[in-house]
């Protein structure tokens, strides 16, 4: 499917690629996480109380087999903007947790993205001019326990999340 969209992209001359990406290409960083359970037990939430957020300068870290899929399409994005010599910008987006029935209390709150910031984080994706020829941004709503930094999207972007959810324990 990735070779298809790609050549389409060249074929067509599309000038900017927005793929699908999601924390779980870093969620590594957490070390020790297990995902889902672990965010439901207030005992295992020692990772979200980092001094630091992990930023996507911090590089990828794969949590299992679906992380590692989402490092190698940031990869695959990456390399098609090399290989568009300066015609295409890529962005790959490591969406958080967006749920259909957009219930903040049901999902794994750190990750939260509503779909109102998940909308504008897309507009703003296409709507900026000047990016790099390649980008990685977290796209996550405004919640207190995110362990992942949102300022580039904010600085690069103009993102600026209307959502968020409160940990459910004190940080």
């Known amino acids: 499917m990735i070779r298809n969209v790609l050549s389409s992209v060249v074929r067509h001359k599309v000038p900017r690629l927005i793929l699908a ?7 590594g960083h957490l070390g020790g996480y297990e995902y889902p359970a672990s965010i439901r037990e207030r005992t295992r939430h020692g990772a979200f109380h980092r001094r630091t957020k992990i930023g996507v300068e911090d590089g990828p870290a794969a949590s299992g087999l679906y992380g590692a899929t989402k490092v190698w399409v940031e990869e695959v994005a990456r390399t098609a903007a090399v290989e568009a010599s300066g015609t295409l910008t890529a962005i790959a987006v490591r969406f958080g947790n967006v749920r259909a029935d957009d219930d903040a209390k049901q ?5 939260y993205l509503s779909h109102r910031d998940c909308v504008q984080f897309i507009e703003r994706c296409l709507a900026t001019k000047a990016l790099p020829w390649f980008s990685t941004f977290f796209a996550i ?16 972007l103009g993102y600026k999340p209307e959502d968020g959810v409160d940990c459910p324990f004190p940080v």
């Open 21 to 27: 990406s999601s924390v779980h290409a870093a969620i």
């Open 107 to 111: 999902s794994e709150y750190p990750f």
């Open 141 to 156: 709503s405004d919640n207190a326990c995110n362990p992942f930094d949102i300022a580039s999207a904010r600085q690069m």
